[in-house]
């Protein structure tokens, strides 16, 4: 089992900058996957961006070149840096870290608000 809270969620400005982050309760070394999803209101749940154990990435085409996706293994952390954040970007952002057997974890859920 394993508990994931997200956190840095929040109001931002267009164009300005803004980090998620998404604690683990263990080590996050044996998840073969941990990402980050959306869901903004009347909208289905998208894929933003997702790391794999050895430090692979792969984005949304919406979130290509402005968002980056990292993880620091000794902190059980994986962090979403927003950068030129756009009103389209407004959502409630999951964290999921999915196991090599499987298993699937997802956070509660952190709102990100792009406004001025």
């Known amino acids: 089992q394993a508990q994931l809270v997200e956190s840095g969620g929040g109001l931002v400005q267009p164009g300005g900058s803004l980090r998620l982050s998404c604690a683990a309760s263990?080590?996050?070394?044996?998840?073969?996957?941990m990402g980050w999803y959306r869901q903004a209101p009347g909208k289905q749940r998208e894929l933003v961006a997702v790391?794999?154990?050895?430090?692979?990435?792969n984005y949304a085409d919406s979130a290509k070149g402005r968002f980056t996706i990292s993880r620091d293994n000794a902190k059980n952390t994986v962090y979403l840096q927003m950068t030129r954040p756009e009103p389209e970007d407004t959502a409630v952002y999951y964290c999921?870290?999915?196991?090599?057997?499987?298993?699937?974890?997802w956070g509660q859920g952190t709102q990100v608000t792009v406004s001025s």
């Open positions: 999921h870290a999915k196991e090599v057997n499987g298993v699937e974890y």
């Open positions: 263990r080590s996050i070394s044996n998840f073969a996957f």
């Open positions: 790391i794999t154990s050895v430090g692979g990435t």
